[in-house]
């Protein structure tokens, strides 16, 4: 009796978990090539260069020229500045030098910054439409294909994704 038992428990948590594995739906998709598709990702690219037209350049100059001007004054010798001006401008200057040496980096810093700020909402309709799609499809999971080593072709849900989002995919090579 108790080895019947023992079969009929085990059977039982076999179906149950059979069952349950029946129940998973997974699907993946590459949600950067997806943005990448989107209509209001091309505009980006001249917004930002706007941008560092008329924000970050003329931002640069302005260090620039103010820097000069501090430094002359610092280093005049015919009209020299009180001590205290010379002290301030002496605890200014590294600071300036500073943003001059690295502003490479701080134009890339600030660029990035905008870049995200313009594709977060680009992304949010995204993910929402990744959602909808799971939903209405009957996927319990959707991951990021980078995420997975060997997936079947017909898990990719991108192209549900774009008829959603009502966005034509390039042609793959």
Do not use: C
């Not at 428990?9 to 997974?26: C, N, P, W």
């Not at 600030?110 to 700020?117: F, L, P």
């Amino acid at each position: 009796m108790k080895k019947f038992l023992s079969v009929f428990i085990l059977a039982a948590v076999l179906l149950m978990s059979a069952e349950a594995g029946a129940q998973t739906k997974i699907g993946y998709i590459r949600i950067d090539d997806m943005v990448a598709s989107m209509p209001e990702t091309a505009k980006i690219d001249s917004i930002l260069e706007k941008y560092q037209n008329d924000s970050i350049n003329p931002r640069y100059a302005q260090i620039v020229s103010l820097y000069q001007y501090k430094d002359s004054v610092y280093r005049d010798s015919v009209k020299p500045a009180p001590p205290a001006v010379k002290k301030q401008i002496e605890e200014e200057l590294p600071s300036l030098i500073y943003q001059i040496q690295n502003w490479q980096q701080i134009v890339n810093q600030a660029i990035e910054a905008r870049q995200n700020e313009l594709l977060a909402p680009i992304y949010r309709k995204v993910f929402d439409a990744v959602k909808a799609v799971a939903k209405e499809k009957g996927y319990t999971h959707i991951m990021t294909k980078e995420a997975l080593l060997v997936a079947p072709d017909a898990d990719d849900i991108i192209g549900l994704v774009a008829n959603k989002l009502k966005v034509s995919l390039p042609k793959p090579k």
